[in-house]
């Protein structure tokens, strides 16, 4: 899979952590975040990626702040995103099968490196279970179209 990271100064070190991590996977990783320690503004990086998975350049998102918080509100911001912020691998596996979520966040004054790659490998895993879920799933983009 095509995996868009972003970060933002919080996070760096993580980052190359998790990029590295799942290019061991087999994946490609395009990185939007930033690459430097200097204090930046986390919207911009979760609107790249979230954008960047939106117009289907990448097949989903891995996003990294702080907390993880800041970064999906701006990703979630973006028309067709659902990002969802974990902190463990059981809510990593649900947000795929039952939400469908396209892109994950997570802290990085929250989780370390090792929660953080089963976090990925919980989401990664994961199968979107459609059904019941998918009718739900469904709602949320009708109050998205909503406005
Ligand atoms: C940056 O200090 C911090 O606010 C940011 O990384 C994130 O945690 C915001 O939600």
């Known amino acids: 899979m095509k995996i868009a990271i972003g970060n933002d100064h919080a996070a760096l070190d993580l980052k190359w952590e998790i990029a590295e991590y799942v290019k061991e996977l087999g994946h490609e990783v395009v990185n939007y975040g930033t690459d430097t320690p200097e204090s930046c503004n986390y919207p911009e990086y979760g609107e790249?990626?979230?954008?960047?998975?939106?117009?289907?350049?990448?097949?989903?998102?891995?996003?990294?702040?702080?907390?993880?918080?800041?970064?999906?509100?701006?990703?979630?911001?973006?028309?067709?995103?659902?990002?969802a912020v974990c902190s463990e691998p059981v809510t990593a596996r649900l947000v795929k099968q039952h939400?469908?979520?396209?892109?994950?966040?997570?802290?990085?004054?929250i989780v370390g490196v090792e929660m953080a790659k089963?976090?990925?490998d919980a989401y990664l895993n994961a199968e979107f279970l459609g059904g019941r879920h998918g009718e739900r799933v469904a709602m949320i983009t009708e109050i998205e179209e909503k406005g």
Do not use: P, Y
């Open 118 to 120: 089963a976090i990925v």
């Open 99 to 109: 939400n469908n979520a396209n892109i994950i966040a997570f802290g990085a004054r």
């Open 48 to 83: 790249k990626v979230a954008r960047a998975v939106a117009a289907g350049e990448a097949d989903c998102g891995i996003l990294i702040c702080g907390t993880g918080v800041g970064i999906s509100l701006a990703a979630n911001k973006v028309k067709g995103i659902r990002c």
